[in-house]
């Protein structure tokens, strides 16, 4: 009696998996099929933005599939995923005429770095993967943006707008860009407050960064602070953070 | 014993057999059921939550402390004055963790740092959702009961917009939506009335409608009201996809309705053929494009948008009209934002030709249009006030319609089963309202609000603010609110005022509260500059940043005027703080100077940002210094240099806390350089 209960729901169990299974490839299928495939994918540009928790990002996300020559595909398929909580509009699709394909994508609500795979299937259904990186921000890292944005990206960001010309070329030292992980990661979050608050000559630098601890508050810096360690290159991993191994 | 109920005691032997055990038996049933309810109590979610959380810091370097600051139980944040009972922090555990940054695992994260403690506000206030939930279902979702599900992050801002009713340095996106309300004219027809008195006020009044046949011809009524973006892609009018026949005889109502304004035309003027390339350079002298727009050939916008865009204008504009109003536009419009300027007959016919030219040959080449009968006048009429134009535009004969479109001060908690939603669409307030913005004539046939061509990022904006539109904004106590200051109604008086006004100085310069952020501040401009710097700068502005684009145009004023505005400004606008005179504009002793100029390119580096040799510094973010000896007077720079907030608050220039001495010193050197007074020197 229990032997053969068991069985059955064994098999309504198999049943299930196997209905669902059914139902997630159908949905993968659902767009229209692939005229062509190539062999890598690339990144045309999208990556590495910074955006804000929950919104989409300030610029869409392009990619391009190449062939073995490096010529671009027209009609391969490409799809996006990412970590839960990020979305993709459209989610997949085919690249069009210069084998392109273009998304929008926003972030999930935490702040963070976020991995986005784009992948495309080549001729023997093989999958290849291209990892893109976007960082979120969230309401205390986008206080920091702003301060960047006001008081600290005309000497510090060499990039020049229309808008906006940059300092950078004119100064005899030249200062560190924010993402400049080798650099800015070594430094200690209190090397980083002094240096803020008390100008270059508080750790023996140049006096050409000026101190801002009259000027912004010690919250304002320290959002400034977590803003740079958020986007720095490569990623800024926080000392004393034991993980106890089990 | 009763005749129905012959045998009792044999039923009741039926259902339980004897009384000891039918007593065991309910006693069980008792006892299982008492215990149901400890159970629903330790399986609940929460309990799950909590447990988790100490597996999760158990792995933790840090365990002992967050150990040491766990409390188990329910937690509740209860402000009964603001109406908050928020049990968040019951599954959200880590939330004032500080270590906790780095978890990705929710609920356990901790919260980003905000200017607000969750003790103090609680956390529905911000995030909506149900406070007082204890599982997560009925606390993130809408559910029967409650409706207000958790407010995605991207309109978070909606939650500070609910205290605070000005505009906050740290909440861009909450001022773009405010901004774009009163921009746009959302708030013409709709009202939004503050919570503290008062209602939204638009920023910009439309054009007047009453003398449009001055202005410009039917045709190119017709081609606007047909697709406004088509003829100005920032135009700020929407699209009230209308028939073509209802476009012809609004066009015909508009034109008939008008009455001419005297002084609005001007007969052609006797020119010579001018140098075309001279357009283009008075255009640019006049920094026209600080306030209007042009499309340039790569099809991006090039210029300001205080004006309106000026890549078609010579489509529009009847050469009899902008003639005169480039002369002086206030004879036609008394209140518009552009100044007077004074331009020469050979300036103005310039200046015309120039504009002329800036048209599209494809632009009328569909409006053909026959002459208006009385009929098509008479429903061109019922149209402009079924379609509620008063309320933006200015319209002899109809009045401004009021309550037009539904009142939006509560939108911000409308309940979700008073919505109609379209298909697919997120049954959720923000979805609806973003959706109405995005597409208001999809939701049902007949409805009459246009269609905006907002960027995605408009929409969220536009969202977040009106989210902010809510019955606790209405409803919380002043003491926890941050009022709108009152807006200044500031006028200059007497000869003065008269010519600011005619020059229109407070669309880019703002004085006690009033005006523009364009161009800097002059409520304190008495103290700051030398008078003879000011007479000059009239004569002939130049700019005082190497990097800035905008700047004052020439307004060509007489020596008279600028005797009157000089003598205004140097009288009115001084700033309590200081005397003008506390500190001597030069003669300061050699030492002084050469100390400073040690402290300027030495200790202070203030080189890095400005130039006062034009050979040797390269400084490009702070205004050029090398006559600034001749601009600013001695006791301003001194009390810049000490506080430079404190003159112009939220100034990118540091405040370094110089001692007086130093601050002395830099003020000597800096008052030596008088570069304007030597270039005199050497003609």
């Not at chain 2, 044999?10 to 006892?31: C, E, H, N, T, Y």
């Not at chain 2, 940054?101 to 206030?125: A, F, K, N």
């Not at chain 2, 103290?527 to 800035?548: H, I, Y």
């Not at chain 2, 040690?598 to 400084?619: E, M, N, P, R, T």
Request: glycine letters at 8%.
């Amino acid at each position: 009696m229990k032997m053969k209960e068991l069985f059955l729901a064994i098999v309504g169990l198999c049943l299930v998996s196997a209905g669902t299974g059914c139902a997630r490839q159908s949905a993968a299928a659902a767009g229209p099929p692939p005229a062509a495939s190539g062999t890598v994918i690339v990144e045309s540009s999208g990556g590495k933005q910074i955006g804000a928790t929950g919104t989409a990002l300030p610029q869409p996300v392009v990619v391009q599939v190449n062939d073995e020559q490096g010529n671009a595909v027209t009609g391969a398929s490409v799809s996006f995923s990412g970590a839960a909580g990020v979305s993709f509009d459209p989610p997949r699709g085919l690249t069009d005429s210069s084998g392109q394909f273009t998304t929008t994508v926003s972030l999930g609500e935490m702040a963070g770095r976020y991995q986005l795979v784009a992948s495309t299937t080549t001729k023997t259904q093989k999958k290849v993967d291209l990892k893109i990186e976007e960082v979120a921000l969230d309401y205390h890292r986008r206080l920091g943006q702003l301060l960047d944005d006001k008081y600290c990206s005309r000497c510090h960001n060499p990039e020049s707008t229309p808008e906006r010309v940059s300092n950078f070329d004119n100064l005899e030292v030249k200062p560190h860009a924010f993402t400049e992980g080798d650099v800015l990661n070594r430094m200690s979050d209190a090397d980083l407050i002094a240096i803020i608050s008390h100008g270059g000559p508080a750790l023996n630098r140049s006096p050409i960064m000026p101190p801002y601890g009259y000027t912004l508050s010690k919250a304002e810096i320290q959002a400034l602070i977590a803003y740079i360690r958020m986007i720095s290159d490569p990623p800024y991993q926080a000392p004393g953070m034991v993980y106890a191994q089990k | 014993m009763q005749p129905s109920n012959p045998n009792p005691g044999s039923l009741w032997q039926k259902l339980f057999g004897d009384p000891i055990r039918a007593f065991g038996i309910v006693s069980a049933l008792l006892l299982a059921l008492l215990a149901i309810a400890p159970a629903k109590n330790y399986f609940s979610e929460w309990r799950h939550y909590q447990k988790g959380y100490l597996r999760m810091i158990r792995t933790r370097g840090e365990a002992v402390t967050l150990q040491r600051h766990f409390q188990p139980g329910i937690q509740q944040i209860w402000h009964p004055e603001i109406g908050v009972t928020d049990r968040c922090a019951s599954c959200h555990v880590g939330l004032k963790e500080a270590s906790l940054t780095d978890v990705s695992l929710q609920p356990y994260r901790r919260h980003p740092v905000i200017p607000h403690s969750t003790e103090q506000y609680g956390c529905v206030i911000c995030h909506r959702g149900q406070g007082a939930a204890t599982t997560v279902e009925e606390a993130h979702s809408s559910t029967l009961a409650w409706e207000q599900p958790i407010l995605p992050s991207r309109y978070i801002e909606s939650g500070c917009g609910q205290c605070h009713r000005a505009s906050l340095e740290s909440t861009p996106q909450l001022n773009q939506g405010r901004a774009l309300l009163a921009r746009y004219g959302c708030v013409q027809c709709h009202v939004i009335k503050l919570p503290d008195g008062g209602t939204m006020q638009a920023t910009q009044d439309a054009p007047s409608l009453s003398h449009i046949a001055d202005k410009t011809t039917r045709e190119w009524i017709f081609a606007w009201l047909k697709d406004p973006q088509a003829y100005a892609t920032s135009a700020t009018m929407p699209n009230f996809k209308l028939k073509d026949e209802d476009i012809r005889d609004i066009s015909a109502f508009l034109i008939a309705n008008s009455t001419p304004v005297p002084g609005a035309n001007a007969p052609p003027i006797a020119q010579k053929a001018s140098d075309p390339a001279a357009g283009a350079s008075l255009y640019g002298e006049s920094f026209c494009a600080s306030c209007h727009t042009v499309q340039n050939a790569a099809g991006n916008l090039v210029g300001g948008n205080v004006g309106p865009e000026l890549t078609r204008i010579g489509n529009k504009a009847k050469p009899e009209w902008l003639r005169a109003w480039v002369r002086n536009p206030r004879l036609y419009d008394p209140k518009t934002e552009m100044p007077h300027y004074r331009f020469t007959d050979q300036q103005v016919a310039t200046m015309e030709g120039f504009l002329l030219a800036k048209s599209d040959s494809d632009f009328l080449a569909n409006a053909h249009l026959d002459p208006a009968t009385p009929e098509q006048v008479a429903h061109g009429k019922s149209l402009v006030m079924e379609y509620g134009c008063a309320s933006c535009h200015e319209i002899s004969g109809i009045k401004k319609p009021e309550n037009f479109a539904p009142e939006l001060s509560r939108i911000g908690s409308k309940p979700v089963s008073q919505l109609i939603f379209l298909a697919a669409m997120p049954h959720s307030l923000p979805d609806y309202i973003a959706g109405k913005i995005r597409q208001p004539r999809a939701f049902a046939p007949g409805l009459k609000m246009p269609q905006y061509s907002f960027t995605p990022a408009q929409i969220d904006a536009l969202t977040t603010a009106l989210l902010a539109q809510n019955d606790p904004a209405q409803s919380l106590p002043p003491s926890v609110t941050i009022p709108l200051p009152a807006a200044s109604h500031y006028r200059p008086a007497g000869k003065a005022g008269q010519i600011m006004a005619d020059l229109a100085c407070f669309s880019c310069h703002a004085i006690n509260g009033r005006g523009g952020d364009m161009a800097p501040d002059l409520a304190w401009e008495g103290s700051s500059v030398q008078r003879k710097w000011l007479e000059d700068f009239f004569r002939n502005p130049g700019t005082l940043r190497p990097a800035l684009i905008r700047r004052m145009p020439k307004f060509n004023l007489t020596n008279e005027e600028i005797t009157t505005l000089s003598d205004y400004i140097m009288t009115a606008y001084q700033t309590p703080d200081f005397e003008r005179d506390s500190l001597p504009d030069s003669g300061y002793s050699a030492t002084q100077v050469e100390q400073g100029r040690q402290l300027f390119y030495s200790k202070y580096a203030c080189q890095s940002c400005h130039i006062v040799d034009v050979k040797a510094d390269k400084g490009y973010i702070g205004p050029t210094l090398t006559e600034v000896g001749s601009r600013l007077t001695g006791a301003w720079i001194y009390h810049w240099l000490k506080n430079p907030q404190a003159l112009r608050p939220g100034t990118i220039e540091p405040n370094r806390n110089l001692n007086d001495e130093d601050a002395k010193s830099l003020t000597a050197f800096l008052t030596m350089q008088k570069g304007a007074s030597k270039k005199e020197a050497k003609k």
